[in-house]
Structures are given as C-alpha cells and as structure tokens.
T-cell receptor, first 114, second 112 residues
Framework: GENVEQHPSTLSVQEGDSAVIKCTYS??????FPWYKQELGKGPQLIID?????GEKKDQRIAVTLNKTAKHFSLHITETQPEDSAVYFC?????????????FGKGTTLSVSS | DVKVTQSSRYLVKRTGEKVFLECVQD?????MFWYRQDPGLGLRLIYF???????EKGDIPEGYSVSREKKERFSLILESASTNQTSMYLC???????????FGPGTRLLVL
C-alpha cells in the first residue's frame, strides 16, 4: 500500500545547529508534500509545503527540498532554537477515487537544548 | 484564519459505551478527516468525507463509524468503545481549491 517513511524518529541538537529530517514516499502520483509541527497538547500545524513542480522552497529558517526521481523530500531547520522542539510530521498526497488524503510519516521528535 | 474545533479535549469512557466525537470547521471546506494518533505510529486515517452524507474508509475504520449531515460538522462514532481505542483523535479539513489540511486541537480519549 501507499507509504511514507520518515527518519530519524528522534533528533537532538544544540541551539544554533541545523536539523534535517528526511522522508521517502511510495506513490509516484503524489504531488503535494506538507510538513507539520505538533507541540505538546496541540494539533499539528502546517509549517511549510512543496508541490511536485518545485525542487526547493524556503521560509526564513525552514526549507524543504524535493527529489521526485528518488521520491524523497527533506525538511531543513537552520539556527535551531528551543522553541523548535516539537514533533514534526511529513506527509504526501494519496490521490484516490473519492478525493485526496494525506499519508503521514511516523514523526520525528526534535529536541533543541540551549 | 481557519478554525477547526473538537467538542472535547479529554474524555473518559467505559468499555462498551457509545462515544461521539464532534468536529466543526468554519471555512466551508468540502473535505473532512478523522485520524487517530498513537506513539510510534504517527497519524492514521480512520475515515474521511468529501461531501455532505459522503464517507470513505481510511486505513483503520474497524470499530468506528462517521456521520456528515452538515458540511461544517463531521462526527466520529465508537459504537462500543474498547480499551484499544484509547488514543488521541484528530480532526482535519481542507477545501476551497487548496490542499492544506487544517487540524483541530485533538481529543484525548481514555477507555477504561
């Protein structure tokens, strides 16, 4: 079935370092790839997304890269801060007959220590 | 701003009880989703709906049903709650020509 693999499951960095989270997907028809951040006790919040016609997108300290040929995409956070500590989920679209659902990776717990 | 609200943040129910989880969105979105979130398993799709009265099974529909009588409201029903349905339940919606899914704050359900 359709699948999104996410690595690593946990990531610990020092404040100011960069963090990279990687995902691979199985459905070559997927064309939309969002990243969500979930803080404790809250629902996931979209932080950045990318579509298949773009190879890279950046928003301040956050960037996402996409390699459609290899079917993988990555989240890059530069100059990490303690408030970046959260669980991050990648996702990919799964076009179906009745609509489009997202398939999520299992999440990465990012810890930024000061 | 899109707002997705869920009727309860925390619920405690007994095994065998019928449980209703309500989700309301205020952006006239056509598509609504119910996920459950468990440690190490990420978000798994239970059911989704792409229009009023329409529903589609997700990856783990067993033990659940849904109802979408009005566009803004999507209900998840546990006909007879079991302890393995203890979980965090998340509702999401999208529409208006955009694919971004917006999530509610979640309902943490404990079945005793």
């Amino acid at each position: 079935g359709e699948n999104v693999e996410q690595h690593p499951s946990t990531l610990s960095v020092q404040e100011g370092d960069s963090a990279v989270i990687k995902c691979t997907y199985s459905d070559s028809a997927s064309n939309y790839f969002p990243w969500y951040k979930q803080e404790l006790g809250k629902g996931p919040q979209l932080i950045i997304d990318i579509r298949s016609n773009v190879g890279e997108k950046k928003d301040q300290r956050i960037a996402v890269t996409l390699n459609k040929t290899a079917k993988h995409f990555s989240l890059h956070i530069t100059e990490t801060q303690p408030e970046d500590s959260a669980v991050y989920f990648c996702a990919a679209t799964f076009p179906g007959q009745a609509g489009t659902a997202l398939i999520f990776g299992k999440g990465t717990t990012l810890s930024v220590s000061s | 701003d899109v707002k997705v609200t869920q009727s309860s943040r925390y619920l405690v129910k007994r095994t065998g009880e019928k449980v209703f989880l309500e989700c309301v969105q205020d952006m006239d979105h056509e598509n609504m989703f119910w996920y459950r979130q468990d440690p190490g398993l990420g978000l798994r799709l239970i059911y989704f709906s792409y229009d009023v009265k329409m529903k589609e099974k997700g990856d783990i529909p067993e033990g659940y049903s849904v109802s979408r009588e009005k566009k803004e409201r999507f209900s998840l029903i546990l006909e007879s709650a079991s302890t393995n349905q203890t979980s965090m339940y998340l509702c999401a919606s999208y529409g208006g020509g955009r694919e971004t899914q917006y999530f509610g704050p979640g309902t943490r359900l404990l079945v005793l």
